[in-house]
């Protein structure tokens, strides 16, 4: 079974752009969830879709936005960038959400100049 | 409240050796308890999981102790060897807030031949 797959690997942006990023969940698995990893703040949980629907929400800006297709292969946007979205983007996707095992992908690497 | 508190923050042992990489949490609602490595360029892979009815788990080498009363667990690698240096992330999630796990700070492992 091929695992979470997300696009592109690399991104470079500069202030004030916006960008979108991809995320294929594993096969059958309809939770998909975004965090963004910082050296400094470590991993924080960004948002998550089941069924097309944003079923929860972390502590970011309202430029922080994504969705999710009839396929749950989800997006991910962030509109006028600052310097500090600077970060490894990650999704997990899981069966049901919940407490069910979320598995990541490889992320995209977003850097802001 | 929603935060866990994960140390230390890097640990170096030999080969052979039995690395512990303890996590403490404050909010009891939490129900879910997975370990995560991460390997540099990639995302975190699901290693064990362990959920607070049980006290201990172990899968191979990787065996997670829970302390429900402390509010603590660990993670224990048997046998360790050099191919196990990684980071390690303890995580932690309440079944009503969907996919949305809380992340330790992290803790790089080295294991020397």
Same mark, same amino acid.
């Given at each position: 079974?091929? *695992?979470?797959?997300?696009?592109?690997?690399?991104?470079?942006?500069?202030?004030?752009?916006?960008?979108?990023?991809?995320?294929?969940?594993? =096969?059958?698995?309809?939770?998909?969830?975004?965090? $963004?990893?910082?050296?400094?703040?470590?991993? $924080?949980?960004?948002?998550?879709?089941?069924?097309?629907?944003?079923?929860?929400?972390?502590?970011?800006?309202?430029?922080?936005?994504?969705?999710?297709?009839? &396929?749950?292969? =989800?997006?991910? &946007?962030?509109?006028?960038?600052?310097?500090?979205?600077?970060?490894?983007?990650?999704?997990?996707?899981?069966?049901?959400?919940? &407490?069910?095992?979320?598995?990541?992908?490889? *992320?995209?690497?977003?850097?802001?100049? | 409240?929603? +935060?866990?508190? +994960?140390?230390?923050? /890097? !640990?170096?042992?030999?080969?052979?050796?039995?690395?512990?990489?303890? #996590?403490?949490?404050?909010?009891?609602?939490? %129900?879910?308890?997975?370990?995560?490595? +991460?390997?540099?360029?990639?995302?975190?892979?699901?290693?064990?999981?362990?959920?607070?009815?049980?006290?201990?788990?172990?899968?191979?080498?990787?065996?997670?102790?829970?302390?429900?009363?402390?509010?603590?667990?660990?993670?224990?690698?048997? %046998? /360790?060897?050099?191919? %196990?240096?990684?980071?390690?992330? #303890?995580?932690? /999630?309440?079944?009503?807030?969907?996919?949305? !796990?809380?992340?330790? +700070?992290?803790?790089? !492992? /080295?294991?020397?031949?």
């Amino acid at each position: 079974k091929a *695992g979470v797959t997300q696009t592109p690997r690399y991104l470079i942006k500069t202030r004030g752009q916006q960008v979108t990023l991809s995320c294929s969940p594993i =096969s059958g698995h309809r939770s998909v969830s975004w965090y $963004q990893q910082t050296p400094g703040q470590g991993l $924080q949980f960004l948002f998550e879709y089941f069924s097309e629907t944003q079923r929860n929400k972390g502590n970011f800006p309202g430029r922080f936005s994504g969705r999710q297709f009839s &396929n749950s292969r =989800s997006e991910m &946007n962030v509109s006028t960038l600052e310097l500090g979205d600077s970060a490894l983007y990650l999704c997990a996707s899981s069966y049901g959400g919940g &407490n069910q095992p979320q598995h990541f992908g490889d *992320g995209t690497r977003l850097s802001i100049l | 409240q929603q +935060q866990v508190k +994960q140390s230390p923050q /890097s !640990l170096i042992v030999q080969k052979g050796g039995i690395p512990i990489i303890n #996590c403490a949490y404050e909010n009891t609602a939490f %129900d879910y308890f997975p370990w995560y490595q +991460q390997f540099p360029g990639k995302g975190p892979a699901l290693l064990i999981a362990i959920r607070p009815d049980v006290s201990e788990k172990k899968e191979g080498r990787f065996t997670i102790s829970f302390n429900k009363s402390a509010k603590q667990f660990s993670l224990h690698i048997m %046998d /360790s060897q050099p191919g %196990d240096s990684a980071t390690y992330f #303890c995580a932690a /999630s309440n079944n009503n807030q969907g996919g949305k !796990l809380i992340f330790g +700070q992290g803790t790089e !492992l /080295s294991v020397k031949p």
